[in-house]
C-alpha cells in the first residue's frame, strides 16, 4: 500500500498536490464480516467489541456521481450498534439487496461491512458527473443516500424510493481514513469547528431540524413546549438547542443526575430525571411523568421529540397534549410500539414520522452550526482502533451528545479555518460536553 496520499492530505495539500498521488489499493477502516452473523446465537449481551474489527480493505471503483473523502474525523451513532449486533438483522441483507440492483451497485455486495453515518474531510477525488464539488474542498458527509433520479426526489429526497442510510445500508461508510459518498450528500465544513467537532453533528443535527424545524415535521413555533426524550444524548442534545433558537420551551428527560446537570448548562428550561419520577411502561408512571410537566409550565406539551421507542413512546403518546403531535424516528428501545389508539381520534392528537434529513435540510441545519447558533455536542473523542469501544459505550449509553473517532486526523484541535469565529462563539460553549462528560458506568 502507498500512503503518499494519506500524508498529503494530513500535509494538508492542495488540489494538485492531492491529483499527484495515486490512490492507495487498500485503505484502513473499522468493519463487520459476513461470516460472524451468527456470532451472537444465545447471546443476550451482544458486546459489539467482539465484532467490530480494524484492518485493510480494499479501495472501491468510483461511480460518476460519487466523491472519495479522505475522511479526517467521523463520529459513532445507533446504527453502528444495530449493525455491529447483526440486530434487528443483518446489515449484509441491506448490502445484498442493494446489489442486486446491477450496475455500480454491485461493489457493495461485499464479505465485509464498513459502518460509519457521520463523517468530516476532505474531497481528494471526483466522479465525472460531479459538478458542484472539486478536489480540496472541505466537507462533511450526511447520511441520506437517494436516487436523485426519483421524480419525487425532487420534491424530498427522503421520500425517494431507494432511499438508503449511508454507511448502515451501503457499504465504505464513514469508519476509515477514505470513504465513498455521493455528491449529493456533501455540505461545506463549518470553518470554525474542528474536524471532531464538524463530524459529530451531520446525522443527528439534520434529524433533529427535519423532526422539529422542517416542514415535513412537527414545525415548532415561538412558545411551544416541546418534551424530549434522551435529552442528552446524540439527538436529543441538539433538539434542545433547536427548541430553544426557535423561541419554544424545552422540557428535557434524562436517567441520571450528572446527565441532568449536563442540561441545565445547555440552557434547557426544565430537566427531569426518570429515575426521580419512576417513568416505566404503565399509565400510573405516564400520569406522573404529566403531572411533574404541569407542576413546572402549567400545561401539557404541544410536541413531543420521540426517538427512543418502545419503553417510552407510550407515555410521549399519553401526555401530549390535545391536538398535540408527537414526531419520531429512530427506536433504539425496539421498534414495537404500543399505545392508546382513542388518544389519537378522540383528543385529535398526532403521529409524525421522521427519517434522516433532505439535502436542503442538511444545508440549513449545518448553517446554524457556521453560524455558531448551534454547538457541536462532541462528549468524547478515540481513535480508529478504538471504534469498537466507542461504539460500546453507545450501546451501553454510558455517553452524553455524541462520540467522535479521529480517522486521518493525528490529533484533535486540527482543522480550524476560522479563529475569529471560533472566539466569537466561545470555547466554553464548543467544549461544553467536553468538559461536562458523565463517568463511564453511569
Not at 459476513?34 to 479501495?59: C, I, K, Y
Not at 477514505?178 to 434529524?207: D, I, M, N, Y
Not at 419520531?328 to 425496539?334: M, N
Request: glycine letters at 10%; hydrophobic letters at 45%.
Amino acid at each position: 500500500m502507498t500512503d503518499t496520499l494519506v500524508e498529503a492530505v494530513r500535509a494538508d495539500g492542495d488540489a494538485g498536490a492531492l491529483l499527484d498521488c495515486p490512490l492507495p489499493e487498500s485503505y484502513r477502516a473499522a468493519y463487520i464480516r459476513r461470516e460472524d452473523e451468527q456470532m451472537f446465537a444465545g447471546d443476550a449481551e451482544r458486546d459489539v467489541r467482539m465484532s467490530l474489527r480494524v484492518g485493510e480493505v480494499p479501495m472501491p471503483a468510483l461511480a460518476p456521481d460519487e466523491v472519495l473523502v479522505a475522511v479526517m474525523a467521523s463520529a459513532v451513532n445507533y446504527n453502528t450498534v444495530w449493525s455491529a449486533m447483526y440486530q434487528p438483522i443483518s446489515t449484509f441483507r441491506f448490502l445484498d439487496q442493494f446489489a442486486r440492483q446491477g450496475g455500480w451497485a454491485t461493489r457493495h455486495r461485499q464479505d465485509y461491512h464498513v459502518l460509519g453515518s457521520d463523517a468530516a474531510g476532505i474531497v481528494v477525488r471526483t466522479g465525472n458527473a460531479v459538478r458542484h464539488w472539486s478536489v480540496g474542498d472541505r466537507v462533511v458527509v450526511a447520511p441520506p443516500y437517494i436516487d436523485e433520479q426519483d421524480p419525487i426526489a425532487q420534491l424530498d429526497g427522503m421520500l425517494a424510493a431507494d432511499l438508503r442510510a449511508w454507511g448502515f445500508e451501503t457499504n465504505f461508510g464513514a469508519f476509515g481514513h477514505f470513504a465513498v459518498a455521493k455528491a449529493t450528500q456533501l455540505v461545506a465544513k463549518p470553518r470554525h469547528l474542528t474536524w471532531e467537532e464538524a463530524a459529530c453533528s451531520t446525522l443527528c443535527l439534520g434529524t433533529a431540524y427535519r423532526m422539529l424545524i422542517g416542514c415535513h415535521g412537527a414545525r415548532i413555533k415561538l412558545g411551544d413546549v416541546v418534551l424530549v426524550w434522551g435529552a442528552a444524548g446524540g439527538l436529543g442534545a441538539y433538539a434542545v438547542q433547536l427548541v430553544r433558537q426557535a423561541g419554544a420551551i424545552a422540557i428535557g428527560v434524562v436517567g441520571t443526575k450528572d446527565k441532568a446537570d449536563l442540561l441545565d448548562r445547555l440552557g434547557c428550561h426544565v430537566v427531569l430525571n426518570r429515575a426521580d419520577i419512576g417513568v416505566g411502561e404503565d399509565t400510573e408512571s405516564w400520569r406522573r411523568l404529566g403531572s411533574a410537566i404541569r407542576k413546572e409550565l402549567g400545561e401539557d406539551p404541544h410536541v413531543v421529540f420521540e426517538h427512543v421507542g418502545k419503553v417510552t413512546f407510550g407515555a410521549s403518546v399519553f401526555v401530549v397534549r390535545r391536538g398535540g403531535v408527537v414526531v419520531t424516528c429512530g427506536s433504539s428501545s425496539g421498534y414495537d410500539h404500543v399505545y392508546d389508539n382513542r388518544l389519537l381520534w378522540m383528543r385529535l392528537k398526532r403521529i409524525i414520522g421522521s427519517h434522516g434529513a433532505s439535502a436542503q435540510e442538511s444545508v440549513e441545519a449545518t448553517r446554524l452550526l457556521s453560524l455558531g447558533l448551534v454547538v457541536p455536542t462532541l462528549s468524547r473523542v478515540y481513535s480508529l482502533d478504538d471504534v469498537a469501544a466507542a461504539t460500546r459505550h453507545v450501546q451501553l449509553n454510558q455517553h452524553a451528545g455524541k462520540i467522535g473517532v479521529l480517522n486521518l486526523a493525528e490529533r484533535e484541535g486540527l482543522g480550524v479555518e476560522d479563529a475569529a469565529l471560533r472566539e466569537r462563539v466561545g470555547e466554553e460553549r464548543l467544549r461544553l460536553f467536553r468538559d461536562h462528560t458523565p463517568p463511564v458506568g453511569c
